[in-house]
């Protein structure tokens, strides 16, 4: 009797404790500065997401192609933008932030022929099942210019305007094509995809960008430091 009376007694007092120990973990957490980032759907996903516990900040996260987040930016639903292109636009300032290398990728079983010369090369990359992200082939262009000096004459068997959904794509051996290197350690790592002629890459520039009004907010440089560490 005494035992289920001393019991009775702790077990409000530990449902007391539990409840004070979550306010205060709530009450901490709603302290910490509420940061908004807008940035490619593929981006956050496997560059930001990975690290945004260690922010010490709320993240509220706005995702889209660029042309949107800017959008988003000038709108001012978002601090800080990641950028894969300097779109003109007043008032806002941008800094470089990191290159992403895009490789060439094709299913683990896709036939990799040698060739002697670039001409070889470049009439068989064209002959291949390209997917690409949009009809305006801009990696693409891109790769082709840097390597082969000219555009491609090649048009793309299937659209895909989701760089996962491309991947998951190449995977199932629809084609091939240009695709971010961050995106890809652990589908080389289970030998789902594989890197072609890995000699020939192509880079891009991101960049960070925020309204210029706004650049010496405490919050901001915080988040912008936090976000070169990450990568």
């Not at 908004?36 to 706005?62: D, N, T």
């Not at 690409?132 to 891109?142: A, N, T």
């Not at 695709?179 to 080389?188: G, N």
Request: charged share 20%.
């Amino acid at each position: 009797m005494n035992g289920t009376v001393a019991l009775s007694q702790v077990v409000p007092l530990i449902e007391a404790l539990e409840e004070t120990t979550q306010t205060l973990k709530s009450n901490a957490a709603t302290s910490l500065p509420v940061i908004r980032i807008g940035s490619a759907h593929e981006f956050f996903r496997e560059k930001l997401a990975p690290h945004i516990g260690s922010f010490q900040m709320r993240v509220i996260a706005y995702l889209g192609v660029a042309s949107k987040i800017l959008e988003f930016l000038l709108e001012e639903k978002v601090d800080l933008i990641v950028m894969s292109q300097k779109l003109s636009a007043p008032g806002v300032e941008y800094i470089p932030y990191m290159q992403e290398e895009f490789a060439l990728v094709a299913p683990p079983d896709f036939r990799e022929p040698t060739f002697n010369d670039k001409d070889s090369l470049e009439a068989w990359l064209c002959s291949q099942p390209w997917i690409s992200y949009d009809l305006d082939l801009p990696i693409i262009r891109r790769f082709w210019r840097e390597h082969f000096q000219k555009h491609p004459q090649t048009h793309p068997t299937h659209v895909v305007p989701d760089l996962h959904g491309v991947l998951k794509a190449i995977e199932h051996g629809a084609g091939i094509s240009l695709l971010p290197t961050f995106m890809l350690d652990d589908h080389l790592s289970r030998n789902k995809v594989k890197i072609m002629y890995p000699s020939y890459t192509v880079h891009n520039d991101l960049y960070l960008a925020y309204q210029v009004k706004n650049r010496k907010l405490p919050h901001l440089k915080t988040l912008i430091e936090a976000l070169k560490k990450a990568v």
